[in-house]
């Protein structure tokens, strides 16, 4: 069954809206969980990585003040994209991985689908 | 040069055929390699995991890495409809980071 488990699967909203995605582990405790971005026909591109009670760690080109990630316990992280515009439609999908395998490997969730209007 | 290359095909075979998938990389420090099957409008599922360079086999699914080649392979054997999908390689350099994702080899198999 399922590690890892991802809510909403698919959002359509208002240009201007915010929207929180969340990322649960389900049997495991995920002191590092990923967040990622897939567009159509194109490979996963990591966006940042949560540590639990810490900042998130962002890439390159990703805007943290956007994409505002909150990883407050061993089994949540949240990624919220605030002020989304329909250029943030995407597909978004975290990983997980458990901290007595040195987070590998790692399990996915069954992404959100993010579409603005 | 992207790190990680895959060819996205799409990869067409009949049921009961040998599929072979590759990725080639650029840099020698990857040390953990994956395979993902990723279903339509769904996330990456793991299929196989390997540590540095050999084999592992599960069930129908071989995985092979050649660290002197830069070059990781999976095989399907006897390939079912139901492996249509999108085959994802991964790769990281040390364990607890993220991955690098090559494009997907899109696979159909007809009954």
């Known amino acids: 069954g399922a590690v890892v488990s991802q809510h909403p699967s698919w959002v359509i909203c208002k240009s201007g809206t915010s929207v929180k995605i969340e990322c649960r582990s389900l049997d495991f405790q995920a002191t590092t969980m990923f967040w990622y971005r897939q567009f159509p026909k194109q490979s996963l591109m990591l966006m940042a990585t949560s540590n639990e009670g810490s900042k998130a760690t962002y890439e390159q080109g990703v805007e943290k003040d956007k994409f505002l990630i909150n990883h407050a316990s061993l089994t949540l992280s949240t990624l919220t994209v605030t002020s989304a515009h329909p250029e943030d439609s995407s597909f978004y999908i975290c990983?997980?991985?458990?901290?007595?395998?040195?987070?590998?490997?790692?399990?996915f969730g069954d992404g959100t689908r993010l579409s603005i209007l | 040069q992207k790190e990680v290359e895959q060819d996205p095909g799409p990869l067409s075979v009949p049921e009961g055929a040998i599929v072979s998938l590759n990725c080639t990389y650029s840099n020698s420090a990857f040390q953990y390699f994956m395979w993902y099957r990723q279903y339509s409008r769904k996330g990456p599922e793991l299929l196989m995991y390997t540590y540095s360079s050999g084999n592992k086999e599960d069930g129908r699914f071989t995985a092979q890495v050649d660290k002197s080649s830069k070059y990781i392979s999976l095989f399907i054997r006897d390939s079912q409809p139901s492996d249509s999908a999108t085959y994802l390689c991964a790769m990281s350099y040390q364990a607890g980071t993220a991955l690098i994702f090559g494009k997907g080899t899109t696979l159909s198999v007809s009954s």
């Open positions: 990983s997980a991985g458990t901290a007595r395998n040195n987070n590998q490997p790692q399990h």
